[in-house]
């Protein structure tokens, strides 16, 4: 067995702190002695460059992934009566804010990319469907092509779920630009993470940018005037300060997280008893996460060994939102959306972030070869 001097985290976002620390700690201390804590010009020039980077008119900064697709979903009206069709297979995010804006969430299976199956997203409209939450999970874009095919034969509404994929490409058009509104998150796992919670929406449609200003500003359209029930969702300076050094480098994180996922693949794709993650010509995935699946039952025995040998994994998602407890109402029964199911039981994220080292990436395929031989 290869002596696990070190353990290998899933997750560390300390070593790249290390890289921009002096970076980083100039421009708080800008943010602090400026007196501007929330607004002001670095949220401003946040909102320009990310406009810029995902090629779109308008981004507006909010304080979390969550409250983006809130306040994409309450931009476009969508509440009561609608129904918004979504993959049962992402964080509960994506799903829980379709509840809250009153809206019925409507899941379908994905297939063999972990992404939603556009075949089964036709099936589900309904005349009660106003919209579709594509999530490009784990940094791999939708087939957003056939998507916005699909959305428009039906005057459908789409809204991207990118908090896994900032810089994600499909058909070299970032995510985020393609559909009717993109929601991202700067939760500090993601590929463009803050220091903090943190989020925006972008869109080329100026008039929603301009009703999320106001939604997300407690509806108020001018001081003190308030036309209807907003939220208190701004981003921090100090966030947005950090988020634009970190905006610089991600192309060069996503590089390195594409070359550690292309060796995985080249070190993993022949071992029995795992697939690796699938990819769609025209996607350039990101890999948030790199998620294989174990098949025979064996994930948790693999992932016990792994954790024995020093290399942590995680688990997402060990149970699809359509047979999570809240979501009983909505009357899914087990075995009825059958390959997310199955994925529950098989996936297993190995490490994963741009510093991982040839070591570390070596001590996880050594470890994994040797469990699974
Ligand atoms: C797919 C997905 N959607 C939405 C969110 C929500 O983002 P946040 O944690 O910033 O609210 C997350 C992240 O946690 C996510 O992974």
């Known amino acids: 067995m290869i002596q696990s001097v070190n353990s290998v985290p899933a997750f560390d976002n300390k070593q790249q702190y290390s890289t921009i620390a002096a970076e980083v700690s100039e421009a708080v201390l800008e943010v602090l002695s400026s007196g501007r804590y929330i607004g002001g010009p670095f949220v401003e020039g946040l909102e320009q460059q990310l406009a810029a980077y995902t090629n779109v008119r308008e981004c ?7 409250d983006a697709l809130y306040l994409a979903l309450r931009a476009y009206n969508i509440g009561a009566g609608d129904e918004v069709i979504t993959t049962p297979f992402t ?15 409507v899941f379908v299976d994905i297939d063999a990319t972990y992404n939603l199956d556009l075949q089964q997203v036709a099936a589900a409209v309904t005349p009660n469907t106003k919209a579709i939450i594509p999530v490009h999970l784990f940094g791999q874009p939708v087939d957003m092509t056939a998507l916005m095919e699909l959305a428009s034969a039906k005057d459908l509404l789409v809204i991207e779920d990118c908090a896994q994929s900032t810089g994600a490409m499909w058909n070299q058009q970032k995510v985020g630009c393609i559909g009717h509104i993109g929601c991202f998150s700067f939760y500090p796992t993601k590929n463009l993470g803050g220091c903090g919670d943190g989020g925006a929406i972008t869109t080329k449609d100026p008039e929603i940018a301009q009703k999320i200003r106001v939604l997300k500003d407690h509806g108020q359209k001018s001081k003190y005037h308030y036309e209807e029930v907003g939220v208190n969702s701004r981003l921090d300076s100090i966030q947005a300060a950090i988020l634009q050094i970190k905006l610089r480098y991600l192309d060069t994180w996503n590089q390195q997280r594409q070359k550690i996922a292309a060796d995985y693949h080249k070190f993993l794709s022949h071992i029995p008893g795992i697939i690796i993650p699938q990819e769609l010509a025209g996607g350039t995935g990101v890999w948030n996460q ?11 025995f693999l992932r016990n060994q792994l954790q024995e040998r020093g290399v942590n994994t995680a688990i997402y998602y060990p149970r699809p939102l359509h047979l999570q407890p809240v979501y009983q109402t909505l ?8 390959v997310v199911e ?27 070869k040797e469990i699974m031989s």
Do not use: W
């Open 331 to 338: 009357g899914y029964q087990p075995g009825q959306l059958p």
């Open 91 to 105: 964080f509960v995010a994506t799903c829980e804010v379709i509840s809250a804006v009153g809206a019925k969430p």
């Open 290 to 300: 790199y998620t294989i699946r174990v098949l025979d039952g064996k994930r948790d």
């Open 342 to 368: 199955e994925a529950c039981n098989e996936v297993l994220s190995l490490p994963m972030f741009p510093e991982l080292s040839e070591q570390q990436q070596h001590q996880v395929i050594y470890s994994l």
């Open 60 to 66: 507006v900064a909010c304080n979390s992934g969550t």
